[in-house]
């Protein structure tokens, strides 16, 4: 099967707002859609119990990064994350929220494969914050991103390029242009 949809998640506040998604597109004949797990969270009350509470197979790949600061995880996933999609060679990369995992994007984006971000939470603009970081760096290369702020696409600090932006109001925007 051609049709790859690489999909990665690391930690259990990502799993519970994918369940539902994850199951959905493991129902597609036309498409494989392979789940891989940062190892961001590991332990079974941050990982698995939530698979088997939701109702939710898990990971086909799951690239068990780790370290002691976030610079190390932060390498880790981008070091291991490159070989997986180098081989898989999906259609598209998802990454759903705003953690040390999506600077997988990072990875896909050296392989030239399309980005898809779905946002985790609203943006606080202060990098402080390490949300606020893996965010802005993951939003600056997507090739589509969906935020649950209605400015996103408008927000000249959100430095999303605005044709990739959707938010769950994008018809609002349009209008207003």
């Keep these: 099967m051609t049709n790859k949809l690489a999909f990665i998640l690391g930690i259990r506040p990502d799993v519970i707002r994918a369940a539902l998604v994850i199951n959905q597109l493991r129902r597609y004949s036309d498409m494989e859609m392979v789940f891989i797990w940062s190892g961001q969270h590991y332990s079974d009350n941050l990982k698995s119990i939530f698979f088997r509470e939701l109702d939710i197979e898990p990971a086909e790949i799951d690239l068990g990064c780790g370290g002691e600061t976030d610079a190390d995880v932060v390498a880790s996933v981008v070091s291991k994350l490159f070989p997986v999609?180098?081989?898989?060679?999906?259609?598209?990369?998802?990454?759903?929220g705003d953690t040390n995992t999506t600077t997988g994007a990072l990875a896909a984006a050296q392989l030239n494969i399309p980005i898809v971000h779905i946002e985790g939470c609203m943006r606080s603009y202060d990098w402080r914050m390490p949300e606020e970081k893996y965010r802005t760096v993951t939003d600056s290369r997507p090739t589509f991103t969906v935020s649950v702020e209605i400015n996103a696409a408008t927000d000249s600090q959100t430095k999303i390029n605005p044709?990739?932006?959707?938010?769950?109001?994008?018809?609002?925007?349009?209008?207003?242009?």
């Excluded at 932006?165 to 994008?170: I, L, N, Y």
């Design 85 to 96: 999609l180098r081989d898989l060679n999906p259609v598209a990369a998802v990454f759903l």
């Design 163 to 177: 044709s990739a932006a959707h938010t769950p109001h994008a018809e609002k925007l349009q209008r207003k242009k």
